[in-house]
């Protein structure tokens, strides 16, 4: 781990390691000649340029113009949008070839990759290293997940179990989208050793444990998607005995950090340039919060990520960590974790994993974004910022459904779901962006 290279922090500017340089001379070269969009935006761009002299680029941006910004001739967006509207597709191959992912994220309009079988090696790589190589020797692994979704994370775990057939039962998906009961009898029947989850599901699960439905005895939790508190994560560890461990990673980039004993996200990827800058592009120096980090991934060639946004509010560290991991270390602020909703049936309280959902909802391509909140227990306000030209009222009636179905599985009847005629917004108080939330 210590022999490893990342790019320097200082508090004016971010250099890349002569080996991350020269990788990033051949990737721009190859995207010059192989994109036409890029072609146009480097036009100024010489042999000879420094990281801060390319322009930042944006999932906007790249969308515009996808197919001349992709750098491969052999799919289009539009193949890669009938492709991903059918869900069985999810962590399948793309033209035989191509993993392929697709996010609504934060942000609004949906964004597409496609890795060519030696990055998505990378990825796999990456995604995983928050596992322990080991961990397989203890039991199966369970990754509870939308499985139905196009997500890096399936897209791995479906690579590794066509490479190695026989490890199916150890390497298990599990779809999240169910009712709660049917992930606890699952989870009590499979007894897995590791847990692969979201933090807002670990966190309902620890419920579980705690009351005995669940009743899982787990080597370690890993956790991504969502920032962890401390208070989340000894609830968590207490209740299962054993590690949380998260990971900070994105659909675009794959893992970028991965957290140490002492509780730090280090860099754990070369292959990433990371620079975190203000709301103006410029340098933030270390140990100050950025506004967003603009990432760098040098072994993606066929859609280039230069300069490339990602909305997270996070803060370098570069301060020597216990562990003895020398990499800089994160603190990540961006994604809070959403607590669980509770509802009242006539048999008691039902705790329910929203997370899962909201991604697909966001998932509906008239949908740009949703937030949902919950008054007392049973009006369920729902704020949609549609697609422009959507039709809202057949729109909502497919969200409506999704989140009827899933009440309707954990016996909830009587919710009433509405469209709000307020936009998703962020909290006054504490000027942040919270998905999902309940007003009791
Ligand atoms: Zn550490």
Redesign the pocket.
Known sequence: MSSKRFQEFTNTTVIPTKKQNRKLKKLVKYAKTHSPRIAKLYETIGDEFTLQDLPVTNKQLIMQDFDNWTTASDFTLNELKAFTSNPNNAGEKFKRKYSVCKTSGSTGNPFFMAYNPIESEFMAKHMNACMNSTALLYGPSVFLFPISQHMISICSIKKSQRKYPLIKNSLILQESTVSTQEIIDRLNEIQPAILVTYTSSAELLAGEQIKGTLHLNLKAISVGGETISAKTRDYIQDAFQCKVRSIYACTEASGIAVE?K?N?L?LHNTGLILEPVDEYNNPVPVGQTAYKLLVTVLYQKTVPLIRYELHDRVTVHNTP?P?G?KSP?LEVEGRSAIAPFIFKTKTGEVSIFLLALLFTVEAIDAVRRIQVVLHGYDRFECRIDFMEGADETSTFEKVKNIFARCFEQNNIDNVQIYLSDQKPQIDLKTGKFVKAYQIL
């Open positions: 140490c002492c730090h280090h960590c562990c991991n270390w």
